[in-house]
């Protein structure tokens, strides 16, 4: 499965009525639509200064794991809805010691494609290709410069030469398993922006399939606090521009901020509710904090369908089909500021 061939089509569909009929037909259906984004443990080995993870009380208050139990009720009651398993979204997943056999009872139950975001700095190649055995098809890397002085410096205790090593041994792994896709995520802020043009030469020999850059955000109380978006405008025409035009030359697909995207994201303008509910409804975020069973769903006791029925799923869509169309005739516009990256 080609997840970004789907999110390309997605992307292209620019009514959220469409959007909302689309996932409504799919979950009446009961095929597989749903994004889980799991975190099986809630720690990072790193304090990467645009994280929360940066931040010592932060720190203290994000704690918690799934034991063997929780991630057999899971599996039981969402993977077969599942068409997308994202392991890794706010912590380090290769900290967690079943990694493997969450991804494998992953492709056991089914899911077309399943992936990790990591810093990559505990990997090495044998770790990768146990993972790849048992059924990763996608390994994403953080990565916030390009440079060992900025990657150090804007990823505390993280070591640039452990880096240089991943990319070593993922080399290693697509010569043997062409079909593993490898992404890289780019945290562009004013710090590492004029280091995007390193891309090309940093990964001769083993070019990524996907690079993301992501404008920087606030996440609350982190370490790095400029969070302008000013210089990444300024330079959008000589950084970013001539890399994306270098990787569709190179067959990369390339996800990236519009210019109008950057100023949605500094503008005072509120979100369209209606986008921000087509932007939930695909996506399920599951992780270990305290009361984790309370908060969403409760695999012991519920499937993703019993779930759905609590929340009157169908209902709410249903409801926000009519809405989205009234605010479109009052509007005439859906505003948004989430992240509607252009993918190339």
Same mark, same amino acid.
């Given at each position: 499965?080609?997840?970004?061939?789907?999110?390309?089509?997605?992307?292209?569909?620019?009514?959220?009525?469409?959007?909302?009929? &689309?996932?409504?037909?799919?979950?009446?259906?009961?095929?597989?639509?749903?994004?889980?984004?799991?975190?099986? +443990?809630?720690?990072?080995?790193?304090?990467?200064?645009?994280?929360?993870?940066?931040?010592?009380?932060?720190?203290?208050?994000?704690?918690?794991?799934?034991?063997?139990?929780?991630?057999?009720?899971?599996?039981?009651?969402?993977?077969?809805? +599942?068409?997308?398993?994202?392991?890794? *979204?706010?912590?380090?997943? #290769?900290?967690? =010691?079943?990694?493997?056999?969450? +991804?494998?009872?992953?492709?056991?139950? &089914?899911?077309?494609?399943?992936?990790?975001?990591? !810093? &990559? !700095?505990?990997?090495?190649?044998?770790?990768?290709?146990?993972? +790849?055995?048992?059924?990763? !098809?996608?390994?994403?890397?953080?990565?916030? &410069?390009?440079?060992?002085?900025?990657?150090?410096?804007?990823?505390?205790?993280?070591?640039?030469?452990?880096?240089?090593?991943?990319?070593?041994?993922?080399?290693?792994?697509?010569?043997?398993?062409?079909?593993?896709?490898?992404?890289?995520?780019?945290?562009?802020?004013?710090?590492?922006?004029?280091?995007? %043009?390193?891309?090309?030469?940093?990964?001769?020999?083993?070019?990524?399939?996907?690079?993301?850059?992501?404008?920087?955000? $606030?996440?609350?109380? #982190?370490?790095?606090?400029?969070?302008?978006?000013?210089?990444?405008? /300024?330079?959008?025409?000589?950084?970013?521009? %001539?890399?994306?035009?270098? *990787?569709?030359?190179? =067959?990369?697909?390339?996800?990236?901020? #519009?210019?109008?995207?950057?100023?949605?994201?500094?503008? /005072?303008?509120?979100?369209?509710?209606? =986008? @921000?509910?087509?932007?939930?409804?695909?996506?399920?975020?599951?992780? %270990?904090?305290?009361?984790?069973? =309370?908060?969403?769903? $409760?695999?012991?006791?519920?499937?993703?369908?019993?779930?759905?029925?609590?929340?009157?799923?169908?209902?709410?869509?249903?409801? !926000?089909?009519?809405?989205?169309?009234?605010?479109?005739?009052?509007?005439?516009? @859906?505003? #948004?500021?989430?992240?509607?990256?252009?993918?190339?």
């Amino acid at each position: 499965m080609n997840i970004y061939h789907l999110l390309k089509i997605y992307q292209r569909i620019k009514s959220p009525r469409i959007k909302l009929l &689309g996932i409504l037909l799919l979950h009446v259906t009961k095929r597989r639509y749903v994004s889980l984004y799991i975190d099986p +443990v809630m720690a990072c080995n790193l304090q990467c200064q645009m994280c929360y993870f940066s931040n010592e009380d932060e720190r203290k208050r994000l704690y918690g794991k799934f034991s063997d139990e929780d991630i057999d009720a899971i599996a039981r009651a969402i993977f077969h809805r +599942v068409i997308r398993l994202q392991i890794g *979204c706010g912590a380090e997943p #290769t900290i967690y =010691n079943h990694l493997e056999e969450l +991804v494998r009872k992953g492709k056991l139950a &089914g899911i077309p494609y399943i992936s990790i975001t990591t !810093n &990559g !700095n505990l990997l090495n190649e044998e770790k990768l290709q146990r993972l +790849v055995e048992a059924g990763l !098809n996608e390994i994403t890397v953080s990565a916030h &410069g390009f440079t060992k002085y900025t990657y150090e410096s804007l990823m505390k205790h993280g070591s640039f030469e452990k880096f240089l090593q991943l990319i070593e041994a993922l080399k290693a792994i697509r010569r043997q398993t062409p079909d593993l896709k490898f992404r890289v995520n780019y945290t562009v802020n004013e710090d590492n922006i004029e280091e995007l %043009p390193i891309f090309s030469k940093l990964f001769k020999g083993i070019m990524p399939n996907i690079l993301q850059i992501r404008p920087i955000q $606030d996440l609350g109380e #982190t370490a790095y606090s400029n969070f302008s978006l000013k210089k990444i405008r /300024e330079k959008y025409d000589q950084c970013i521009i %001539p890399l994306v035009r270098y *990787c569709e030359q190179n =067959n990369v697909t390339c996800i990236y901020p #519009t210019q109008e995207n950057l100023q949605e994201l500094a503008s /005072e303008k509120g979100e369209s509710p209606h =986008n @921000d509910i087509i932007n939930y409804l695909p996506y399920f975020n599951l992780s %270990p904090f305290e009361g984790w069973r =309370n908060d969403k769903i $409760d695999p012991y006791t519920e499937t993703f369908e019993a779930y759905c029925k609590r929340t009157h799923r169908v209902r709410f869509i249903i409801k !926000n089909l009519f809405a989205c169309q009234r605010n479109k005739e009052q509007t005439g516009e @859906d505003r #948004t500021k989430a992240l509607n990256y252009n993918i190339r």
